[in-house]
C-alpha cells in the first residue's frame, strides 16, 4: 500500500502542478483569475478521444494536435474576450467561468454524458517497488517532469522568460524599457493553456473523461495555488504535491471516505492559511511576485 500510495500519489500530484502552474503563470503576469483554465485541460482530453476513435488517428498524433488546437482556442478566447476586460477582476471571474459552462455544455450535446477513456500512448507495464504500474502512468509522470522543467528554463534562462518576470513584477516598468507588455501576456496564457492541455491529453487514457471533469481539478488548483501562495510559482509545486498526496492518501487508507477528498484538502488549506494567511510562500508586497 505505501508503494502504491506513493507512485499514484506522484501522478496525481504532478498533474495537479501542471495545472496550478499554468494558473498561477497568467495570475502572476497578467493579473487574470482563469477559472476556465481547467476546462481547457477538459478540451484536451475530449480532442484526443474523437481525433483517436473518431478519425482513427494514433494516440501520440492525436495528443498533439489536441494540445495545438486547445492552445489555439485559449488564445482565441483570451484575444477576443478576456483581454478587452483585463482590468475588471470581478468581470473577468464572471466570464471565465461563463466559458468553462459554454465548454462543458459542447460537449454534453457532442457527447452526452457518457463516460469514455482514450486510447493509451503505450501498453505493457512494470514492476516498481513491487507495484504493477503501467508504461502509461510513467510516461505521465515523465511527461510533466519534463514540462515543470521547461517552464523553468524558460523563466530562468532565457528572454521570453526574463521579459515575463518583468511584466510580473512591474508592468509599467516593463512597458518603459520597451517590453510589449500585450504580447507577453498573450504568450503566458497560450503557455498556460497548452499547459492545461499536455495535462488533459496525458490524463484522458488513464483518468475517465466527462463534461464535468473540469470542476473537481478546479477546485484543486484553486486549493493549490492558495495553499502554496497566490501567484508564487515555487509554491504551486509545493502545494500541489502536498494536496495531491493528501487525496491519494484518503483514497487508499479511507476509501470509505473517498467522496469528500476534496473537502479533506481544502480543510488542510484552511488550517495552513490560519497559521500564515498568505500562503506557503506567499509575499506581503506585490512586486515581489514570481
Known amino acids: 500500500m505505501a508503494a502504491n500510495i506513493l507512485i499514484n500519489g506522484a501522478i496525481t500530484a504532478g498533474i495537479y502542478a501542471l495545472l496550478a502552474l499554468g494558473f498561477s503563470l497568467i495570475f502572476g ?126 523563466l530562468s534562462k532565457t528572454k521570453l522568460g526574463i521579459a515575463i518576470r518583468a511584466v510580473a513584477q512591474d508592468r509599467e516598468a516593463a512597458n518603459l524599457v520597451g517590453i510589449n507588455v500585450s504580447i507577453i501576456c498573450l504568450t503566458t496564457m497560450a503557455i498556460a493553456v497548452a499547459l492545461a492541455a499536455v495535462a488533459g491529453a496525458m490524463v484522458a487514457p488513464i483518468w475517465t473523461i466527462y463534461p464535468f471533469m473540469w470542476m473537481h481539478p478546479l477546485i484543486m488548483v484553486l486549493a493549490v495555488v492558495v495553499l502554496g501562495g497566490l501567484g508564487s510559482l515555487k509554491g504551486s509545486l509545493v502545494a500541489a504535491f502536498i494536496l495531491g498526496y493528501t487525496v491519494t492518501l484518503v483514497v487508499f487508507l479511507f476509501p470509505e471516505f473517498a467522496f469528500i477528498k476534496e473537502a479533506i484538502a481544502l480543510f488542510i488549506m484552511v488550517v495552513v492559511l490560519l497559521i500564515r494567511p498568505e500562503g506557503l510562500f506567499g509575499v506581503a508586497f506585490e512586486e515581489e511576485r514570481l
Do not use: D
Open 29 to 154: 503576469v497578467a493579473k487574470i483569475i482563469n477559472l476556465a483554465h481547467t476546462a481547457f485541460f477538459m478540451l484536451a482530453a475530449y480532442f484526443i478521444f474523437t481525433f483517436a476513435h473518431l478519425f482513427g488517428l494514433s494516440a501520440p498524433l492525436s495528443a498533439i494536435i489536441s494540445i495545438i488546437i486547445t492552445t489555439a482556442i485559449g488564445v482565441g478566447t483570451y484575444k477576443l474576450v478576456i483581454e478587452r476586460i483585463r482590468e475588471h477582476e470581478a468581470t473577468v471571474l464572471l466570464i471565465t467561468i461563463a466559458l468553462a459552462i459554454v465548454f462543458q455544455e459542447s460537449m454534453l450535446l457532442a457527447f452526452r454524458s457518457e463516460y469514455l477513456h482514450a486510447p493509451s500512448f503505450i501498453s505493457g507495464y512494470v514492476v516498481l517497488l513491487g507495484v504493477n504500474v503501467t508504461i502509461q502512468h510513467i510516461l505521465t509522470f515523465g511527461v510533466v517532469i519534463v514540462c515543470l522543467l521547461g517552464v523553468w528554463m524558460l
